[in-house]
């Protein structure tokens, strides 16, 4: 069974690192991507329904209702060169216009993203007051009151470095991968938190990258003690752990088992079903810029897996084992 499943592999870019995984996996998660104070949500579509996408959010912003002050909603359309799509400068639901959001379509390779991101505006002569209390009392500097020039600048660079891409393919530049996306670096030392998830009807993988710092009392197996206090709570056992550095990547794994619950097609409880939490943690305690943090988690919550237990640590150490860093990722 492991080597249908394996029968054909690619490659994942995922943040600034890549691994093969079973060419029957697609990526489920395409919202769940933080730029520094950007949030992106990426789709592969195709232009017409690009076009569409954005005339029906314009007609949605243009219609909705808000009191005489605040009017009206969509207080700018901004066009993006060479076509790429626009940026819509609009009112956040239920708040004063001075609580705004910037809200950019983007359309790259036949990818659409949406990136977000909530702006302050306090440029406004009604809002005086308000701007005085918020320097007087809150401490804030005048460029604070209004932050729109400075995020719309970052979103417009974001946007230009930001390209559409297929899920194989793995960029060489120097830059961070996506989900359908990837974003090349500038001088800038950005904030990153990247989500992947994979699933399938035996078990799930997720993905996560980004660049905490973690504190030494909290690296995997520097938590032994919490860890196996609530093992033994819920039955779990440990296949195997320890430090590994698969291509040179440093990790520590944690492979633990034990028992679950499972509902059958019949809404009826049943017990006594394998579970598994296998856990990496990669450059934590170590993590820069370049070599960030990475989880990788394989679970299966609520499935009843057709592999045995040493087909599912093969099948961890198989993707685990391809680990390594993104091509010029430092």
């Not at 993006?80 to 001075?98: E, M, Q, Y």
């Not at 991968?177 to 974003?183: D, L, T």
């Not at 520097?222 to 990547?249: C, D, Q, R, W, Y």
């Not at 619950?261 to 450059?283: A, C, M, Q, R, T």
Request: aromatic share 10%; charged share 25%; glycine share 4%.
């Amino acid at each position: 069974m492991i080597e249908t499943l394996f029968d054909k592999a690619k490659p994942q870019c995922i943040g600034r690192y890549v691994i093969d995984v079973p060419a029957s996996f697609n990526n489920k998660l395409q919202d769940k991507i933080f730029i520094d104070d950007f949030k992106i949500e990426s789709k592969f579509i195709y232009p017409p329904a690009f076009q569409q996408r954005i005339e029906l959010r314009e007609k949605e912003l243009i219609e909705r209702t808000t009191s005489k002050e605040n009017a009206p909603v969509l207080k700018e359309v901004i066009q993006l060169p060479d076509g790429k799509g626009v940026i819509f400068d609009s009112n956040r639901s239920g708040t004063d216009d001075a609580y705004r959001t910037l809200e950019a379509h983007v359309y790259d390779n036949h990818i659409a993203f949406i990136i977000t991101t909530n702006i302050l505006d306090l440029s406004a002569p009604k809002y005086a007051d308000e701007k005085k209390s918020y320097i007087e009392v809150s401490g804030f500097s005048e460029i604070e009151t209004n932050t729109r020039p400075t995020k719309l600048a970052a979103m417009q660079s974001l946007i230009s470095r930001l390209s559409g891409r297929l899920d194989h393919v793995v960029p060489t530049e120097n830059g961070v991968c996506i989900p359908n996306g990837f974003i090349l670096d500038d001088n800038s030392k950005q904030q990153e938190d990247i989500y992947f998830l994979y699933e399938n009807s035996d078990f799930s993988l997720a993905i996560n990258m980004d660049h905490h710092e973690t504190p030494q009392d909290e690296i995997l197996l520097n938590k032994s003690f919490e860890i196996k206090k609530a093992m033994a709570l819920n039955n779990m056992h440990t296949f195997k752990k320890g430090e590994i550095k698969p291509n040179g990547v440093p990790a520590q794994e944690w492979l633990m088992y034990g028992r679950q619950k499972i509902y059958n097609k019949e809404n009826n409880e049943e017990s006594g079903f394998p579970y598994y939490s296998f856990l990496l943690k990669v450059n934590q305690g170590t993590s820069s810029f370049a070599k960030p943090f990475l989880s990788i988690t394989l679970f299966n919550n609520d499935k009843e897996t057709t592999y045995s237990d040493a087909e599912m640590v093969e099948i961890w150490d198989r993707i685990v084992g391809s680990l390594r860093y993104k091509p010029n990722a430092f």
